[in-house]
């Protein structure tokens, strides 16, 4: 029996499974997106500060939060805001979408989606899940782009570009090739009175933000108690008055609290423990809501918040304590009132501890310089500078043509903005779109080859005889998705917009009404 042809199909297998399995090309360069304020809506007047992608044929414009939580980009829908003209709804949402005006538009059933493992779904939402076409700010396009409509007029629709562990953005511009890997590095800005724009490298970082040493962390276990995968020890926060004098917000210990750090969200959430010391430290006046407090009696101190490992970020008091800002009726973030100042700080004092998970958010992240690699389970930290950025970044790029996690032997390149090259663009019919035609294209082959096979057995032993053969049977798991990473957690944390909401001043008095 004539068996030449199984070394040429093994030697397929091999190179189609090794094509499969390195979805990463370091030839490409990093894909740098910035965090900066981007109008959405059609009459050119909302304004919201976050990453910039035009979703659609043709572009609908948003401005989305990076989020570890999400692992789907979620859209608010046109009509949570009756119309793209309500400037003030669509600026607090950072963009809708209205399906019927691209064309490009493919709903999709939930189990046949091509995104990622569904994210945790409010009993008060309604999700669509599609795909559409997306546009990046520098030259980059994926068709086929898996994306979930989110509508929820209760809460509020949680939207955000994911960066989670099994985050589709980060698979789908690593398999269109307009990013060299997964790896990516944050610079949340500056939202204070001086504002600085940030920027999101995926495939690197930019060195250019970094000042000093990268500190390296491990990723943590994401549970139901911990539903985060950016954690750390916090080891000790206090606050210093200008007098000198400390009030320690979470003494001393060789423990610590895990915390996450979570950049959709902007101000921190503190033990409520935590935050019943800060006010009393501060003088707070609880007739005023959330932790506001009127010119005359502004705090002068500072906050300091201390890892187990050492490390260490101060949050001075001008980007700690800011005058009250809020989403005007066009839908731009302005100062609402200059007469109160607003504390960067989640107020939840009548919350109880154990319910309570600390957040480090957007403020935490003004201050430090994340670089995400969840290949290799781990992400790192450096204070980011401070003030106006260079005009030519020092992108560095971090590509592993085959992660392990048993440590990176990482290939860097320094390429400078503008050296992108020609517009790149491509398709993700499914979410392993190329794994899957490569595993159809061999069981073709071995059904013809076993097929040639049985043929010339028949042929030798039954000549004359009708032949009488069954095909091999496809492999449902080969074709579909349903053996895509499941969720990591049963539950994330709620959202926290930027956009001053109702969620702030939960179980809050009202805003007197001289105050506002």
Known sequence: MAVGWVPSLLCIVFWALHAIAVSVDCSVAPLSLSWSNITVSANGVAVTRGIEIGIGTPNQIFSLRPSTTLNNTRIANVLDCGSQTNTSCVGGKGGVFDSSKSSTFVVSLKNRWNGSAADTE?????????????DFQANGTVRGYPLVQNSDLISGPEAGLPLGQNSSFLAAVTQAKVAPSSVWGLDAGDRSLSPRDGKLVVGGYDASRIEGNLKTFPLGA??????????????EVFYTAANGSKAFLFPPTSDGVTACIEPQQQRFTFLPSMVKIFALNTDYNSSYPGLTFPTATRPDGALQITLDNGYTTTIPNDHLFT??????????????NSSIFETGMVYNEDEVDAEVQLILGGLYLTYNYLVVDYDNSQFQMAQTVQGAQASNAEIVTVCEPNPTTAGPDISRETHTSGTRGPSRAAAIGGGTAGGVVGLAAIAVLFYFLVRKRRRDHQRQDQKGAQQN???????PELFSDERRPSELALTTPPAVHEMPDRHYEKQLPAVPTALR
């Open 222 to 235: 994401w549970t139901n108690q911990q539903p985060c995968p950016l954690q750390v020890r916090v080891a």
């Open 323 to 336: 005058p009250q800002r809020g989403s005007d009726e066009n839908g731009q973030y302005v100062v609402t």
């Open 122 to 134: 409010a009993a008060t939402g309604a999700y669509v899940y599609f795909n559409d076409v997306i």
């Open 469 to 475: 053969f069954s095909s091999m049977a496809m492999t």
